[in-house]
């Protein structure tokens, strides 16, 4: 499927696509709300500034993909692959991440308020300054991760991996953190 046919089929109504094969897209911009790709493949795909509010994403591989401002608004991106995608300054906020693979993404200042984070995989991702107020972050992996200057004010980190983690001005006022390592 090429991104002409997605958006024509998308604009005539239909909004599942699961399993399509985006890899390398250009799809900057485009409004997708609601959109199912379930298990899709959009690795290097440019999904800069695209709307994806509530959008269907599990399982999907977005390997390198470019999400920098995008909005995923409660968008379901469990068991998704995100090695290594940029995602700065996109907004997450309650979007499900559970068990999604987030190593060395790039979510600086992204917004991930009461996002569901639990048991993802975010070794070495680049979380300065990100709001991850209210989020579960609950046996999530975030060895090496950098959460300089990042909000944590009322998230659940019972069990997560911290270990050599930048916490530097970090914010974890009323968090739970009784059981982060």
Do not use: C, P, W
């Amino acid at each position: 499927m090429n991104v002409e046919e997605l958006m024509q089929r998308y604009a005539a109504g239909e909004r599942d696509f699961s399993v399509a094969n985006l890899s390398e897209a250009e799809l900057e911009g485009v409004d997708l709300d609601g959109v199912v790709l379930q298990g899709a493949t959009l690795d290097g795909a440019n999904l800069r500034h695209a709307k994806l509010r509530e959008a269907d994403l599990s399982g999907a591989d977005l390997n390198g993909a470019d999400l920098t401002q995008a909005d995923l608004s409660g968008a379901n991106l469990s068991d998704a692959t995100l090695d290594g995608a940029i995602l700065e300054g996109a907004i997450l906020d309650r979007a499900v991440l559970g068990q999604a693979d987030l190593q060395a993404a790039n979510l600086v200042q992204a917004n991930l308020n009461q996002a569901d984070l639990a048991q993802a995989d975010m070794q070495g991702a680049n979380l300065e300054a990100a709001d991850l107020s209210g989020a579960n972050l609950a046996i999530a992996d975030l060895q090496q991760a950098n959460l300089n200057q990042a909000a944590l004010e009322g998230a659940n980190l019972g069990g997560a991996n911290l270990e050599d983690a930048n916490l530097e001005g970090t914010l974890l006022e009323g968090g739970d953190s009784s059981l982060a390592t």
